[in-house]
């Protein structure tokens, strides 16, 4: 529990930098200076989900903050592996330069239930609403801290975050000097290097510049047993004729600039590229080739003024894909897809105190997104997004206090380009108006100086993605039938209610923290990708069958235990464990007509490994440093391409 002494001392460096601590909003503009806070609190801290700084523990939502020294000594050379080794977190490898990353189950190909943030910037790919971590646009070295949040927190944290946040927070310039280069050699020929230099003058402007990339050629021995995709024995792998790569690699840049305009306004600039090839596991359980180049460009701006610390912010991001699917009896002949999808979003906030108990904030966003539909090409899907969202701290007293938070976004979606005929689609079909509103409640008692817990509840939402509502678009002929297959602008928003209760407890004598966290949720309306046959419209010669519709109701229940500490003075440990059950009600009847239900595409129950471990050891002095993890996961259920389609 936070002493009556350390409480003023916080109120004191909120009310000395607002323009820094206060002023920081779901818009992301992270320009807290982490190492100076850090010292007061002697532990990581975070602004991102009320604005103010805190720890990790005293966060009204289940979060987990993984320091800079934490990542350098997993020895890990991507995110996802990072975070393999923390509770709640479901994180598949497809492939080397391909990961799949799900928070508390439901990991699919391509998963499309997180949020994930590079300084409040969204990095996910909105047509499908996936993140391709191969392609974050920043080096490990540059992190300053990752903060997990479990759970639905799209009220707190922006758009989107369904199952929980991934937020990656960098140095920053104006007041972190980092430079260093970094090289390293693995099996699977690996090559990687990296490098981040910054530049400062007097705290005025920082400028901090990074890049990296690496090659690798995996699957490359000709006596390996069993390939991805179902061959064997063969150094060329192949998938019914159509190559697949087998040696990823990926480039990134990025630019980082701060500026001080006076002292109570700061701006910034970022802009970052990155270009990626890998073979990715898709939503229907093939592997495909991609070919990936992303940019993006963002500017803000963040004043202290008489109505409080106000926050502007806008962003573009731009994907341009292609994506070889390979040959069988669904795309015949259709087996690249070109993909270039935009989305531009503008945010604003203002966070102003009442009182000395009471912190308030007030933010409104717009989002325009567009996609071209593929393979069948000349038409796109798009959506504008309008969001409100309000959130209130109130610190009731030293020990206990409670926020609130809550959103509501208005999708208006369109299409433009040409339709197949007799499909019983048109684009005044797509001209529809959808609402989601989201919420967050948390109560945060401090019931000791070494006992605190959270009461959470929380509604998040998984609006469909451009794909979901019809950017998919497919065709072919079977038995001269044509067969269209196709999103559907009718797919709702999947709609998630989580209730938790987290208990964190210190050992202090032994310097060793413990927590235990138990969830129950419940998901309507879920969206994932339907198995095929799942028919909308049909006729004697023609049939529209949808890829992607709302698919019935989930309830997830389980508990993550987590154990950290030291030893004597050059020993650390920690060691975590999850245990998730769920449960799953399929659609089978109604409209449309749905057959073959029972693939895994639409089983989440099967595809969720129940229990997980994790334990790990370091132990560093005189300049070295030697660390050991170890990770368990009990079985699952999980997709593989085979020669002749689809296996399990």
């Not at 938790?500 to 129950?520: M, N």
């Not at 969720?608 to 005189?622: C, E, L």
Request: glycine residues 10%; aromatic residues 10%.
């Amino acid at each position: 529990m936070p002493s009556s002494g350390h409480r003023l001392l916080l109120e004191r460096i909120v009310l000395s930098v607002a323009t820094l601590l206060a002023g920081l909003s779901q818009s992301g503009a992270e320009t807290l200076n982490y190492s100076v806070i850090e010292e007061t609190f002697g532990e990581p801290v975070t602004v991102s989900a009320t604005g103010t700084p805190q720890r990790a523990g005293d966060v009204p939502v289940d979060m987990e903050i993984i320091t800079s020294d934490e990542i350098r000594r997993s020895g890990a050379v991507n995110v996802p592996d990072i975070l393999s080794h923390f509770a709640g977190l479901d994180v598949r490898r497809n492939s080397l330069g391909s990961a799949d990353v799900a928070i508390r189950g439901y990991n699919t190909g391509q998963s499309p239930r997180i949020l994930v943030l590079v300084n409040g910037r969204q990095v996910y790919l909105d047509h499908y609403g996936f993140t391709d971590w191969n392609a974050l646009p920043v080096q490990l070295t540059e992190i300053k801290q990752i903060e997990l949040v479990r759970g639905p927190n799209s009220a707190l944290f922006g758009f989107n975050a369904a199952s929980g946040v991934i937020n990656i927070v960098t140095v920053n310039p104006l007041y972190d000097d980092v430079t260093i280069g970094e090289a390293r050699i693995g099996t699977q020929s690996y090559n990687e290097a990296s490098g981040v230099a910054t530049l400062q003058k007097n705290g005025d402007y920082g400028l901090r510049l990074s890049t990296g990339g690496y090659t690798a050629h995996e699957f490359h021995s000709a006596y390996n047993s069993l390939d991805p995709l179902g061959n064997f024995g063969s150094t060329n792998y192949v998938y019914n004729e159509i190559p697949l790569a087998t040696n990823p690699r990926n480039g990134r840049v990025n630019a980082d600039f701060r500026q001080k305009l006076t002292p109570d306004i700061e701006a910034g600039l970022e802009a970052s590229a990155t270009t990626d090839s890998d073979l990715t596991l898709n939503p229907f359980g093939y592997y495909n080739r991609g070919q990936t180049r992303t940019n993006s460009f963002k500017g803000y701006m963040m004043a202290d003024t008489d109505l409080g610390q106000v926050t502007a912010t806008a962003y573009s991001n731009f994907l341009q894909s292609y994506s070889e699917l390979p040959y069988n009896g669904l795309s015949a002949g259709l087996s690249v897809l070109p993909i270039k999808q935009r989305v531009t979003v503008v945010q604003t906030s203002d966070q102003f105190r009442v009182g000395m108990d009471h912190t308030v904030r007030v933010s409104g966003e717009y989002r325009h997104n567009s996609v071209n539909t593929v393979p069948i090409q000349g038409a796109d899907v798009n959506y504008d997004v309008y969001a409100a969202s309000g959130m209130w701290n109130w610190q009731i007293s030293e020990t206990l206090a409670w926020t609130n938070a809550a959103r509501v976004d208005v999708l208006t979606l369109g299409r433009s380009g040409p339709l197949l005929g007799n499909l019983g689609l048109t684009n005044a079909d797509f001209n529809r108006t959808l609402n989601a509103e989201t919420w967050n409640s948390g109560l945060v008692w401090w019931a000791s100086d070494t006992d605190r817990l959270l009461l959470s509840a929380a509604r998040g939402t998984q609006l469909p993605s451009l794909y979901d509502f019809g950017g998919i678009y497919a065709a072919y002929t079977v038995s001269g039938v044509l067969i269209v297959q196709s999103g559907i602008p009718t797919v709702k928003p999947a709609i998630t209610d989580n209730y938790e209760a987290a208990l964190t407890h210190q050992l202090k004598g032994i310097a060793t923290e413990l927590k235990a966290a138990l969830f129950y949720q419940v998901t309507h309306d879920s969206l994932n990708a339907a198995p095929t046959r799942t028919f909308i419209y049909s006729t004697a010669t023609s049939k529209l069958q949808t890829l992607f519709l709302n698919n019935g109701q989930s309830t997830a229940s389980g508990m993550e235990l987590s154990a950290k500490g030291k030893l004597a003075e050059s020993w650390r440990w920690n060691a975590n464990y999850s245990f998730i059950d769920i449960g799953y009600d399929p659609i089978t009847t109604g409209n449309p007509t749905v057959v073959g239900r029972s693939g895994l595409a639409a089983n989440f129950a099967t595809g969720t490994p129940t229990n997980k471990v994790n334990m790990g050891i370091g132990y560093a002095k005189h300049g070295w440093e030697t660390d050991l993890t170890v990770r368990y996961n009990s079985p699952f259920t999980g997709q593989r391409a085979t020669g002749n389609g689809l296996g399990y």
